[in-house]
Every structure is written in C-alpha cells, then in structure tokens.
C-alpha cells in the first residue's frame, strides 16, 4: 500500500483547477509500471515522489501523462510540492523546496499561500514560420493571429498570440490540421478591471488523442517569458484559463531578478492509499 492524493492545481476551490494524482513512496515501480498507473487514473498527468537523486533536491518526481512521460511539467510541480508537504515532510530550506526531475533541479518557493515554481529554461524559441498552418488549426484566419513563437521548455509549446480574450474563447480549433503542432496555447489580452489581465488556452495531443488543458503551468511559464520581456504584459499578472471547460483556474506570473515564477493554489482534495506494488 502507498500515500495517495489527489490535488486540485491553480485554484482555491477543489474542482475548479487542474486535477493531478500523486503517488508517494514510489520506490520499486517500474517505468511500465508507473506509465500504466498513469493511463487508469485519466488525468493530465500523474507524478510519483521518490528520494532524490542529486543532493541538492528535497525529493525527485516523475511526470506521466496518459501516454508519455514528461522531463518537467507545470501543475505537476506544483501539485506534487504540495502533496510532498502535506504528507509532513519537511525542506531542507524553511520555504524553499528543491525538486529534482527528468528536466534538471527546479526552485519551489511558498510566495504566501501559494506555491510558484521557477520557470526552466526554453529548449526552443523564437519566431513560427508556418502560421499559416497554426491558423488553420485553430481554425482562424491569419490575420487573427497578432504574433506566434515557440515557447517550448518540454512538452513541446507553441504559443499564440490573439487581439482579445474574447478571441481566446472563440477558438474551436481542426485537431485534424495540427500537422507539425502537438502543443499549441493560445493567449489574449482581457479588458482592464477584471482579476486576469489574460486568458489562456491550451491544445494538446496525447498520442493521437486530442484535447483541452484545463490549466498548463508549463505553458504559462513559457507565455510570461515571452510577454514580460516584450513588455506585452506587466512584470506581474494573473492569468486565467480552464473558462470553456467550466473551470476557474487562476496562474499568478511575475518576474523578479531575471526569474519567471509561476505561482498558483492548491488543494489537497483526495488522500488515501493505492494497492500499487511492483510486478513480479
């Protein structure tokens, strides 16, 4: 038997944010293992907490989703820090965590309430050449599209930029004209005086299988280190998604010394034990 969670990300009212299951003490499973754990749950993504590796990390965690396994993910982080805390243990650092992952060593900081991550490093940016293509899928003209870069730090992000929130919520994007994209997050400036100064969404495929994030740490992540040195958003926004899919997820970005955070709440919602034991 293993500590179980379930941890609801980037909102404060369980069921309105990313759910994400955590198995802890997950020394002794095989990656096939964990990999098929990961299929049933039939959420975004699974994590499983294991001692670190490196010394400098409090803990170390693998990300799956249904289908493959990720180097680094956003409500993963997040949600896997907070299920690691909840279960009593206790960071090296009094309000730091280290977390160690496929994508290196990632800083974990209690910004009050909230837990925010530093934003990794893009493994590929710059200019989309074919948005022509990134139109048709999401079903747009060209011309609606005010501006698109890759903005991946793993999983693979493009990312859109659109006239308006509103514009954001109108997309129904043609999965069958992803081509090259498998990641596509598409992002909109909201009229002043609401709490999110951006709406955000995101277009994924799982193998073959595509779908709605209901909230993407890692592509808020890579949006904020394009918008803020492009001084299209502020050095401090909210931004919010999941809208469509009835949810109310709310990402907090700022940037401080040179660094993306990428802050959110969470909410322990389910705890338990798994019969999950290795394969003999």
């Known amino acids: 038997m293993r500590r179980f969670s379930q941890v609801d990300v980037f909102t404060d009212e369980f069921t309105k944010g990313n759910a994400l299951a955590v198995v802890h003490d997950a020394e002794g499973l ?50 896997s820090a907070r299920a690691w805390l909840d279960a009593g243990n206790t960071p090296r650092e009094p309000g730091r965590l280290v977390q160690e992952c496929g994508a290196g060593l990632v800083e974990v900081r ?90 955000v969404r995101a277009f994924v495929d799982e193998g073959g299988v595509f779908g709605e994030d209901p909230v993407t740490g890692s592509l808020n992540a890579s949006i904020a280190q394009w918008l803020i040195p492009a001084e299209i958003a502020q050095p401090q926004y909210v931004a919010a998604q999941g809208t469509v899919l009835g949810r109310r997820g709310r990402v907090h970005l700022s940037l401080a010394g040179g660094q993306v955070w990428v802050g959110g709440d969470t909410v322990v919602g389910i705890t338990g034990t798994v019969t999950l034991q290795p394969v003999r």
């Open 30 to 79: 095989s990656t096939e293992e964990m990999a098929a754990f990961a299929n049933w749950t039939n959420l975004s993504e699974t994590t499983f907490l294991l001692p670190p590796e490196d010394p400098a990390a409090d803990y170390r965690v693998r990300i799956f989703t249904t289908s493959r396994e990720l180097p680094f993910a956003g409500h993963p982080t997040l949600g």
């Open 110 to 199: 209690r910004d009050g309430a909230r837990l925010a991550f530093a934003a990794p490093p893009l493994v590929r940016s710059g200019p989309v050449e074919n948005v022509d293509g990134l139109a048709a899928a999401l079903a747009i003209r060209p011309d609606e599209i005010v501006q698109a870069r890759w903005a991946d730090n793993g999983p693979g992000w493009v990312a859109v930029l659109l006239h308006s929130a509103e514009a954001v919520l109108a997309v129904r994007p043609d999965y069958t004209r992803f081509g090259e994209f498998t990641d596509i997050g598409v992002v909109g400036p909201h009229r002043a005086g609401g709490d999110a100064a951006f709406e």
